[in-house]
């Protein structure tokens, strides 16, 4: 079969999160892609994870969403259990011409419809490739509940009947008459203008190093089959066992570097990245399941680079006591006597070698490249490295291959986190974009979600179904989800209530859809996670099965219930019922909305002119928008152009390519350049937004753009305030101390004392690179380098062997006892502990070299107010997902880039500004948006005339105009209204309501929340919590597992500012024992002021309570940001012991 095909066609190899996020990313901007994924289904090795760091979500609650979107877009062409036969590039290298086989699954896809009937009844065992062979599969089988497509598919080298012509069950029990022995494999043939590789990773097979016992003991396990031990739908239920007896274990040992970092015979030279992390995740996981073991990690060094990562392993030491030891494993074995595993290390803290029984011990593998890598590679044309994986041809760029139009990414490239796989996957996807544009990219996507919707059927009665979702065991582990379920049944207007093991799945959401319909619903409550991530999703399955997709309310029992009231399961499962009564009490009240739409701005503001911020620049400007980049000093290129440019232990000589990029963004036709400026005002929404660039000279100069990217440059810790840096001649910063190597530059026999400050890869990298071109430049040097964990990128490991076998020496210290640098007799000396030999050292030193930390600019916080976007701890900017959204903020339409999200190394930079750059050409591309239509509106009949609201509004929204009946009314411009609700909650007549959030519809969820009374030493507590912040950060408690009592009742607001006094009296009357207010914090406001709005307004509450009988200590207002979920758990219980010291409500005593 061949299918012709135009230029604006990509083939998209590998169906895990990497290809997922590139076909979506492509699909969205109205490119046709081809997902092709040699398994079953899509999901790659993500699917099988139970939890993702450093916010310990569900995985497959995060992914399942993404896997249901690629099943549904009309811009993408799945093929499951397919593999590319063949590659034909064009004479003119614009297209390739590719054979795709389609494998026989002996099941025809377009019947099956996933009943599972087949599986039931087939009589077939094999252990299962999804369950890493800890379960079983049957010959015909489904890999996973949330398999996208959801068909079964028949083994052919173990099926009965394919194999000895007999049985055939499966075809007999079908109800659908989807079996066909006879299905043959297809072939197709497509023209594509760019190929996308990502092929993802397999793991080393421990049972080839024998020393570790694996194969021969089977309590020792990799880290893939332990995550599906601990994963609710694995094959214990989420329950940690030992695996040959089934009891519970007392200890576990975790060991890293399995088959890694090393040279020696079946094992790999590289460091895989990510085992550190994922083995502090899995400790903690197993903390929380059962926080009596013992849980100890064996580790070589500690590789935790990644944003928020280190804060987890601290977390993972002083919260859940794991233990973290330096020591390797000498071996595994048996102890004849007691049945128990003996663990035999060196443990280098102590130089002692220890013997340890324990009953679980968990290896974590060398991620290797994926099985057929080889091969595929033959067939595209595109070279491997050293190490088998996909190689990158360009040192800057490094999705691209030696093959133009061939582009890599996620762990096909090397191995990483879900986090760069996702970044890289939007990189590849942006040099896609570049080889061809869509010309009518809205072609495909209005036909996506596209359904009749009735509308009288919409206003009819109300008929509310509720669907409760299990989310495997992350709810249920907590929650009685089926009695939560049947007392849903018992509400007002519930015609339908069912419970789902995951709602997100491919096959929640069609249960979901054929319930509408079978049913007639016109209401739907799902009650599971959080909307911020969850509710498009469930928006466009209701839109799809014939219902106005805002006639859908979602409840949060999982970030706000079960995840942090772990340890009281009876009040979790009480506190969901009142949530879900509290979502079909405001479903009975909501009307249809229609989407509005609006044009975008064709062009782009990026702030920063770092790398990051030029390549998006050049990227954007390429693709044929106009660009509008500010740099607030007066000149482009940030520091990694300024100080030493360099990509450690590269040959290549990045300062030219950098200069040309300068060069090429200076020069570009569609790029306006403002140096010496920052921006000062921001107001409006995705597509079209308003920024004030406000020049050094006090030029000012008001642009129209439709979307934004913050690109602005991290910088070093000051070295003023290290080592005496700047003090004295002998102390440099890495990088001045780089420009004087060279031969002959030092005396000989001269000491050089490296110390990484820092403990980021780049400091690692930067050190070592230095340390190795001194030695190597300058034999007879001696080169100390004092570290307390090497951390280094893939290719890094060889050098550091190299460096060793150079003679430069390694002196670990404790991270809370750095090196003590001091003279003695003009001479200075560099006193450390050395952590291996155990001895406290001095070393003369002739030159001291600091490889310092980045840390984020003051600049960050400014932006951050301006744009009224999120900060982390450290600084710099809060992501709205660290996994599946990480460089897109809450606010639609901006972006980050570069070390504006976390420290960077220059190829690190440049990667995210291509990332960058495709996330905001989505709108640009589109050139129209639908917005939501939770907007405010005005009642003639009511309105006075007075004005308030115009005077309230920062987006000029309300205007006062002359009604039919000649009076003068507010009239609100539905594109220039943000929903804010502040103009609502101020309005003296009560004339303006804000749709999807009416009066009606908050007081009504009030009435339901305190509808039941709460145990006596439970106080109520009312929340009305803004999207942006405060509910953002009860979100991050959630994730964090930050434990706080079951007293609190969250109503999710827009804006603090639109919070009605009459909601808190209201409360007050109706028995709620306290009520709080939460926001943003100050200059955050992601509405300007309405932080500012909502604190005069509890003022003037708190007036009004001192004449009743609360106390106005009863109202709290706390004002918070989105990464701030430690401080929501710390108010939620601070207020929660206050209002036991003041008793019950005086209302709820009546």
């Given at each position: 079969?061949?299918?012709?095909?135009?230029?604006?066609?990509?083939?998209?190899?590998?169906?895990?999160?990497?290809?997922?996020?590139?076909?979506?990313?492509?699909?969205?901007?109205?490119?046709?892609?081809?997902?092709?994924?040699?398994?079953?289904?899509?999901?790659?090795?993500?699917?099988?994870?139970?939890?993702?760091?450093?916010?310990?979500?569900?995985?497959?609650?995060?992914?399942?969403?993404?896997?249901?979107?690629?099943?549904?877009?009309?811009?993408?062409?799945?093929?499951?259990?397919?593999?590319?036969?063949?590659?034909?590039?064009?004479?003119?290298?614009?297209?390739?011409?590719?054979?795709?086989?389609?494998?026989?699954?002996?099941?025809?896809?377009?019947?099956?419809?996933?009943?599972?009937?087949?599986?039931?009844?087939?009589?077939?065992?094999?252990?299962?490739?999804?369950?890493?062979?800890?379960?079983?599969?049957?010959?015909?089988?489904?890999?996973?509940?949330?398999?996208?497509?959801?068909?079964?598919?028949?083994?052919?080298?173990?099926?009965?009947?394919?194999?000895?012509?007999?049985?055939?069950?499966?075809?007999?029990?079908?109800?659908?008459?989807?079996?066909?022995?006879?299905?043959?494999?297809?072939?197709?043939?497509?023209?594509?203008?760019?190929?996308?590789?990502?092929?993802?990773?397999?793991?080393?097979?421990?049972?080839?190093?024998?020393?570790?016992?694996?194969?021969?003991?089977?309590?020792?396990?990799?880290?893939?089959?332990?995550?599906?031990?601990?994963?609710?739908?694995?094959?214990?239920?989420?329950?940690?066992?030992?695996?040959?007896?089934?009891?519970?274990?007392?200890?576990?040992?975790?060991?890293?570097?399995?088959?890694?970092?090393?040279?020696?015979?079946?094992?790999?030279?590289?460091?895989?990245?990510?085992?550190?992390?994922?083995?502090?995740?899995?400790?903690?996981?197993?903390?929380?399941?059962?926080?009596?073991?013992?849980?100890?990690?064996?580790?070589?060094?500690?590789?935790?680079?990644?944003?928020?990562?280190?804060?987890?392993?601290?977390?993972?030491?002083?919260?859940?006591?794991?233990?973290?030891?330096?020591?390797?494993?000498?071996?595994?074995?048996?102890?004849?006597?007691?049945?128990?595993?003996?663990?035999?290390?060196?443990?280098?803290?102590?130089?002692?070698?220890?013997?340890?029984?324990?009953?679980?011990?968990?290896?974590?593998?060398?991620?290797?490249?994926?099985?057929?890598?080889?091969?595929?590679?033959?067939?595209?044309?595109?070279?491997?490295?050293?190490?088998?994986?996909?190689?990158?041809?360009?040192?800057?760029?490094?999705?691209?291959?030696?093959?133009?139009?061939?582009?890599?990414?996620?762990?096909?490239?090397?191995?990483?986190?879900?986090?760069?796989?996702?970044?890289?996957?939007?990189?590849?996807?942006?040099?896609?974009?570049?080889?061809?544009?869509?010309?009518?990219?809205?072609?495909?996507l209005k036909e996506k979600g596209k359904s009749e919707v009735s509308e009288a059927f919409s206003m009819a009665e109300p008929r509310i179904g509720v669907f409760?979702?299990?989310?495997?065991?992350?709810?249920?582990?907590?929650?009685?989800?089926?009695?939560?379920?049947?007392?849903?049944?018992?509400?007002?207007?519930?015609?339908?209530?069912?419970?789902?093991?995951?709602?997100?799945?491919?096959?929640?959401?069609?249960?979901?859809?054929?319930?509408?319909?079978?049913?007639?619903?016109?209401?739907?409550?799902?009650?599971?996670?959080?909307?911020?991530?969850?509710?498009?999703?469930?928006?466009?399955?209701?839109?799809?099965?014939?219902?106005?997709?805002?006639?859908?309310?979602?409840?949060?029992?999982?970030?706000?219930?079960?995840?942090?009231?772990?340890?009281?399961?009876?009040?979790?499962?009480?506190?969901?019922?009142?949530?879900?009564?509290?979502?079909?009490?405001?479903?009975?009240?909501?009307?249809?909305?229609?989407?509005?739409?609006?044009?975008?701005?064709?062009?782009?503001?990026?702030?920063?002119?770092?790398?990051?911020?030029?390549?998006?620049?050049?990227?954007?400007?390429?693709?044929?928008?106009?660009?509008?980049?500010?740099?607030?000093?007066?000149?482009?290129?940030?520091?990694?152009?300024?100080?030493?440019?360099?990509?450690?232990?590269?040959?290549?000589?990045?300062?030219?390519?950098?200069?040309?990029?300068?060069?090429?963004?200076?020069?570009?036709?569609?790029?306006?350049?403002?140096?010496?400026?920052?921006?000062?005002?921001?107001?409006?929404?995705?597509?079209?937004?308003?920024?004030?660039?406000?020049?050094?000279?006090?030029?000012?100069?008001?642009?129209?753009?439709?979307?934004?990217?913050?690109?602005?440059?991290?910088?070093?810790?000051?070295?003023?305030?290290?080592?005496?840096?700047?003090?004295?001649?002998?102390?440099?910063?890495?990088?001045?101390?780089?420009?004087?190597?060279?031969?002959?530059?030092?005396?000989?026999?001269?000491?050089?004392?490296?110390?990484?400050?820092?403990?980021?890869?780049?400091?690692?990298?930067?050190?070592?690179?230095?340390?190795?071109?001194?030695?190597?430049?300058?034999?007879?040097?001696?080169?100390?380098?004092?570290?307390?964990?090497?951390?280094?990128?893939?290719?890094?490991?060889?050098?550091?062997?190299?460096?060793?076998?150079?003679?430069?020496?390694?002196?670990?210290?404790?991270?809370?006892?750095?090196?003590?640098?001091?003279?003695?007799?003009?001479?200075?000396?560099?006193?450390?502990?050395?952590?291996?030999?155990?001895?406290?050292?001095?070393?003369?030193?002739?030159?001291?070299?600091?490889?310092?930390?980045?840390?984020?600019?003051?600049?960050?916080?400014?932006?951050?107010?301006?744009?009224?976007?999120?900060?982390?701890?450290?600084?710099?900017?809060?992501?709205?997902?660290?996994?599946?959204?990480?460089?897109?903020?809450?606010?639609?339409?901006?972006?980050?880039?570069?070390?504006?999200?976390?420290?960077?190394?220059?190829?690190?930079?440049?990667?995210?500004?291509?990332?960058?750059?495709?996330?905001?050409?989505?709108?640009?591309?589109?050139?129209?948006?639908?917005?939501?239509?939770?907007?405010?509106?005005?009642?003639?009949?009511?309105?006075?005339?007075?004005?308030?609201?115009?005077?309230?509004?920062?987006?000029?929204?309300?205007?006062?105009?002359?009604?039919?009946?000649?009076?003068?009314?507010?009239?609100?411009?539905?594109?220039?209204?943000?929903?804010?609700?502040?103009?609502?909650?101020?309005?003296?007549?009560?004339?303006?309501?804000?749709?999807?959030?009416?009066?009606?519809?908050?007081?009504?969820?009030?009435?339901?929340?305190?509808?039941?009374?709460?145990?006596?030493?439970?106080?109520?507590?009312?929340?009305?919590?803004?999207?942006?912040?405060?509910?953002?950060?009860?979100?991050?408690?959630?994730?964090?597992?930050?434990?706080?009592?079951?007293?609190?009742?969250?109503?999710?607001?827009?804006?603090?500012?639109?919070?009605?006094?009459?909601?808190?009296?209201?409360?007050?009357?109706?028995?709620?024992?306290?009520?709080?207010?939460?926001?943003?914090?100050?200059?955050?406001?992601?509405?300007?002021?309405?932080?500012?709005?909502?604190?005069?307004?509890?003022?003037?509450?708190?007036?009004?309570?001192?004449?009743?009988?609360?106390?106005?200590?009863?109202?709290?207002?706390?004002?918070?940001?989105?990464?701030?979920?430690?401080?929501?758990?710390?108010?939620?219980?601070?207020?929660?012991?206050?209002?036991?010291?003041?008793?019950?409500?005086?209302?709820?005593?009546?």
């Open positions: 079969m061949v299918e012709t095909r135009g230029s604006n066609h990509v083939l998209v190899i590998g169906g895990g999160i990497a290809g997922i996020t590139a076909a979506l990313d492509l699909a969205d901007k109205g490119f046709m892609v081809y997902l092709v994924e040699k398994s079953p289904s899509i999901g790659g090795h993500m699917a099988q994870l139970d939890k993702t760091f450093p916010t310990l979500d569900c995985s497959i609650c995060i992914l399942a969403p993404k896997m249901v979107e690629v099943a549904r877009h009309p811009n993408i062409r799945l093929l499951t259990y397919s593999e590319v036969e063949k590659v034909e590039r064009s004479a003119d290298g614009a297209s390739f011409t590719v054979k795709i086989i389609k494998k026989p699954r002996y099941v025809d896809e377009t019947k099956c419809v996933g009943c599972g009937l087949c599986t039931e009844k087939c009589p077939v065992r094999v252990k299962s490739e999804f369950e890493a062979g800890l379960g079983e599969r049957k010959a015909i089988y489904i890999p996973f509940p949330q398999a996208v497509p959801k068909v079964a598919t028949i083994d052919e080298n173990v099926c009965l009947h394919l194999t000895k012509g007999v049985c055939g069950v499966c075809e007999k029990v079908c109800p659908a008459g989807a079996v066909n022995y006879d299905q043959k494999a297809e072939e197709l043939s497509i023209e594509v203008s760019s190929i996308i590789v990502a092929t993802g990773y397999n793991l080393l097979d421990p049972s080839s190093l024998a020393q570790y016992g694996f194969g021969r003991f089977p309590d020792v396990l990799t880290s893939l089959q332990y995550e599906r031990l601990m994963n609710a739908a694995g094959p214990t239920g989420g329950h940690i066992v030992k695996i040959s007896d089934g009891s519970k274990p007392d200890k576990i040992y975790f060991i890293q570097c399995v088959g890694s970092r090393s040279e020696k015979p079946k094992r790999k030279s590289y460091c895989s990245q990510v085992c550190c992390m994922y083995a502090t995740k899995q400790a903690i996981v197993t903390k929380e399941h059962e926080p009596e073991i013992d849980v100890n990690i064996l580790y070589n060094d500690l590789r935790v680079a990644g944003k928020g990562y280190e804060a987890l392993v601290e977390r993972a030491k002083e919260e859940f006591k794991i233990n973290y030891i330096k020591g390797l494993p000498g071996e595994v074995r048996r102890d004849p006597l007691t049945g128990r595993l003996v663990v035999r290390y060196m443990d280098m803290s102590s130089g002692e070698i220890t013997e340890e029984q324990t009953d679980l011990v968990v290896l974590c593998p060398a991620m290797i490249p994926a099985e057929g890598s080889e091969t595929l590679a033959k067939k595209l044309g595109i070279d491997l490295n050293e190490f088998g994986f996909f190689n990158s041809s360009d040192p800057l760029s490094n999705v691209k291959t030696n093959i133009p139009g061939i582009f890599i990414c996620g762990c096909s490239q090397g191995p990483k986190d879900i986090s760069h796989s996702v970044i890289q996957a939007h990189a590849a996807a942006a040099e896609a974009i570049l080889r061809s544009i869509p010309s009518n990219p809205q072609a495909g409760v979702c299990h989310c495997g065991l992350n709810i249920a582990n907590v929650v009685d989800v089926k009695e939560v379920t049947e007392y849903a049944k018992t509400l007002p207007n519930v015609v339908y209530a069912e419970d789902l093991m995951y709602a997100c799945s491919k096959d929640g959401t069609e249960r979901i859809k054929e319930a509408i319909v079978r049913e007639k619903l016109n209401r739907v409550v799902v009650a599971s996670c959080t909307p911020t991530t969850h509710a498009p999703l469930f928006r466009s399955i209701c839109k799809e099965a014939g219902l106005n997709p805002y006639l859908f309310e979602m409840v949060n029992i999982r970030e706000h219930d079960s995840w942090v009231h772990s340890k009281y399961p009876e009040e979790a499962t009480e506190k969901a019922k009142d949530l879900i009564r509290m979502g079909v009490a405001k479903a009975a009240l909501l009307e249809p909305l229609k989407e509005l739409s609006t044009s975008v701005t064709p062009a782009a503001l990026i702030v920063g002119g770092s790398v990051a911020g030029l390549v998006a620049a050049k990227v954007i400007a390429d693709a044929g928008y106009k660009v509008l980049l500010v740099e607030k000093t007066k000149k482009l290129g940030g520091m990694f152009l300024s100080e030493y440019p360099n990509i450690p232990f590269s040959e290549v000589d990045v300062r030219p390519e950098l200069e040309k990029l300068v060069e090429a963004v200076e020069g570009h036709k569609n790029i306006e350049v403002f140096l010496s400026s920052t921006p000062t005002e921001f107001k409006g929404s995705i597509g079209n937004f308003e920024v004030l660039i406000k020049s050094n000279s006090g030029e000012n100069r008001q642009v129209k753009v439709g979307v934004i990217i913050l690109s602005p440059d991290a910088s070093e810790v000051s070295p003023e305030e290290v080592y005496g840096y700047g003090k004295e001649d002998s102390v440099y910063s890495v990088h001045e101390f780089r420009r004087m190597i060279e031969p002959g530059s030092f005396k000989e026999g001269e000491t050089i004392g490296y110390i990484i400050y820092g403990g980021s890869e780049r400091c690692c990298a930067e050190a070592l690179d230095s340390a190795l071109e001194v030695k190597k430049s300058n034999p007879s040097t001696n080169v100390y380098v004092f570290y307390e964990d090497i951390r280094l990128p893939l290719e890094g490991e060889k050098f550091y062997r190299e460096a060793r076998e150079q003679g430069i020496v390694f002196i670990r210290f404790d991270g809370r006892s750095k090196p003590r640098i001091y003279t003695e007799k003009g001479r200075k000396f560099v006193e450390a502990y050395d952590l291996t030999l155990h001895q406290r050292f001095s070393f003369p030193v002739d030159k001291i070299v600091l490889s310092l930390p980045l840390v984020a600019p003051e600049e960050n916080r400014e932006l951050s107010s301006t744009f009224k976007v999120p900060l982390n701890d450290e600084g710099f900017f809060l992501e709205v997902h660290p996994k599946m959204r990480p460089i897109d903020f809450s606010s639609d339409g901006l972006f980050m880039a570069g070390t504006a999200h976390s420290p960077q190394s220059l190829t690190e930079a440049y990667v995210q500004g291509l990332a960058a750059a495709s996330r905001a050409l989505t709108p640009l591309i589109l050139k129209e948006l639908t917005v939501e239509p939770l907007i405010a509106v005005v009642d003639d009949e009511r309105c006075v005339g007075c004005g308030t609201c115009v005077s309230l509004c920062e987006y000029n929204a309300p205007r006062m105009v002359q009604s039919t009946s000649g009076r003068i009314v507010a009239e609100i411009d539905p594109m220039l209204c943000k929903g804010c609700g502040i103009c609502a909650a101020r309005c003296p007549a009560r004339a303006i309501e804000v749709k999807g959030f009416t009066r009606a519809q908050t007081m009504a969820m009030i009435r339901a929340a305190l509808a039941t009374p709460s145990p006596p030493d439970i106080p109520k507590v009312i929340a009305f919590l803004c999207n942006w912040c405060a509910y953002a950060g009860a979100n991050t408690a959630g994730v964090s597992r930050f434990q706080y009592p079951p007293s609190i009742r969250i109503i999710r607001m827009m804006c603090s500012g639109m919070v009605d006094p009459l909601y808190v009296l209201y409360a007050f009357m109706q028995g709620a024992d306290g009520v709080m207010i939460g926001g943003c914090k100050e200059a955050d406001c992601h509405y300007v002021s309405g932080n500012l709005e909502a604190e005069k307004t509890m003022d003037k509450i708190r007036e009004m309570l001192k004449t009743t009988m609360i106390d106005p200590e009863r109202l709290l207002n706390i004002w918070i940001s989105a990464g701030e979920g430690n401080i929501f758990a710390e108010k939620v219980k601070e207020f929660t012991e206050k209002l036991k010291s003041l008793g019950p409500s005086p209302y709820k005593r009546r």
